[in-house]
């Protein structure tokens, strides 16, 4: 399988490759004069993580693996200082590398540690999850948690490069496959709608990464990504789009204790942006049906099981998303399919009557 190379422009432009069997790219992505290389991988990963490893250190590296909890458990202060402990006693200088292995949660740590070590360290991601191909390992945003919520302590710092091994996927649990599929779906509604069509001709064939359009499915959601991100970095303006649906994920994410997966909290929170739309007169019926619709499909969640009552502590979480400007809550709406634009301090009516319609 030919590997296929989507650019990402910027200060420092990168390659994201996609394709299988793709260990040997490494050291041409980490660079040269890197001499030891820390390899962060989750716990349930360790067997892939010691094979990079291996790897790293057959080639001559000074590598090690540093072993840390699965999914969101990962995205904290405290292993983010036990990663920094990890990397000062090996030594760790500003020409050594990191290599995040794994899902969102692990790049978006291994992301954190590098650009808060010594003030910036090269790290090169093998995302093992569709969300990681497809999102969390494009555009260098890095982050943990907070008590107070999700990804409020991060930084901007691009990878050297990306390898999307998509032989990884086979391991991964469909739950975990169809999570990421929610940003895939968010990438055909904000930009590319061809997406979109591909899952509705063939949902089953699309929740598995043996299905017929899998590659075309994530290159096109990568291409998109490349695209935003290599205009706006640092979410000065339309890298906002990407933000679709993450408002009221978010909230839900911290109120489920970060035991939900991301993308299902995204697909509910999609469903939510565009009914907001739609009250607001800027959707029509039919395109926000779409997303119900589409989401159902492939078996992501529409609608959040919490009930009124989880309201008004959702509401309150949603006021410090990163969007939001001073007492005034913005978030990413569709004026039509592809056509991504802002909705800046809505009536709390109308945010409390989209709710209704994704809550039960
Ligand atoms: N930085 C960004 O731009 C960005 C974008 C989107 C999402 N994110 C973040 O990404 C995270 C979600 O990522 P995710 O959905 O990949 O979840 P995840 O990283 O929590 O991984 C999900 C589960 O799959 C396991 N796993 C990973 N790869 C596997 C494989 N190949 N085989 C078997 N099991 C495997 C993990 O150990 C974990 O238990 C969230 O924290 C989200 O905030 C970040
Ligand atoms: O890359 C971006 O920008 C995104 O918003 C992509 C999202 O899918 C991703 O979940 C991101 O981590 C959310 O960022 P945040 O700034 O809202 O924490
Ligand atoms: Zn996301």
Redesign the pocket.
Same mark, same amino acid.
């Given at each position: 399988m030919t590997p296929t190379r989507i650019r990402v422009e910027g200060e420092s432009p990168y390659d994201v490759v996609v394709g299988s069997g793709l260990l040997g790219e490494l050291p041409g992505l980490l660079g040269s004069g890197v001499q030891r290389v820390a390899v962060i991988h989750?716990h $349930?990963?360790a067997a892939t993580g010691e094979a990079v490893r291996d790897d790293l250190a057959a080639q001559g590296y000074d590598a090690i693996a540093i072993d840390t909890p699965?999914? %969101?458990e990962a995205?904290t202060a405290e292993v983010t200082a036990f990663c920094w402990s990890v990397l000062g006693q090996a030594g760790f200088t500003r020409s050594d590398a990191v290599v995040g292995v794994?899902?969102?949660?692990?790049?978006?740590l291994a +992301?954190f540690v590098a650009a808060t070590w010594l003030r910036g360290v090269r790290v090169v991601h093998v995302p093992? *999850?569709l =969300?990681?191909m497809v999102? $969390?390992a494009v +555009?260098g945003?890095?982050?943990i948690n907070t008590s107070e919520g999700?990804?409020l302590v991060g930084s901007f710092h691009p990878p050297a490069g990306v390898l999307c091994d998509l032989s *990884?996927?086979d391991? =991964?649990?469909r739950n975990?496959y169809v $999570?990421?599929l929610a %940003?895939v779906v968010k990438a055909g509604f904000i930009a590319d709608p061809r997406i979109l069509e591909l899952v509705e001709a063939d949902p089953e064939g699309a929740a598995s990464p043996q299905g017929q359009h899998a590659r075309e499915l994530v290159e096109r959601a990568i291409a998109v990504k490349a695209r935003v991100v290599s205009a706006d970095l640092r979410e000065a303006g339309d890298r906002e789009f990407l933000n679709y649906g993450h408002t009221l994920a978010h909230a839900i994410e911290k109120a489920e204790r970060y035991q939900w997966?991301?993308?299902a909290a995204v697909s509910i929170g999609m469903v939510f942006a565009a009914e907001l739309a739609r009250l607001a007169g800027r959707l029509d019926d039919e395109l926000a049906d779409r997303h119900r619709s589409i989401l159902t499909s492939v078996g992501l969640p529409v609608v959040y099981p919490k009930g009124a009552a989880a309201w008004p502590k959702l509401l309150d979480t949603m006021k410090v998303d990163k969007k939001s400007r001073g007492n005034l809550l913005r978030f990413i709406v569709l004026d039509g399919l592809a056509r991504p634009g802002r909705l800046e301090g809505p009536d709390p009516a109308l945010l409390a009557a989209a709710y209704a319609e994704v809550s039960e």
């Open positions: 989750p $349930a990963l699965d999914a %969101e995205k794994g899902g969102g949660a692990t790049t978006d +992301g093992t *999850t =969300l990681g999102d $969390a +555009g945003k890095t982050g999700k990804n *990884t996927l391991t =991964l649990p975990d $999570a990421g %940003e997966r991301h993308g």
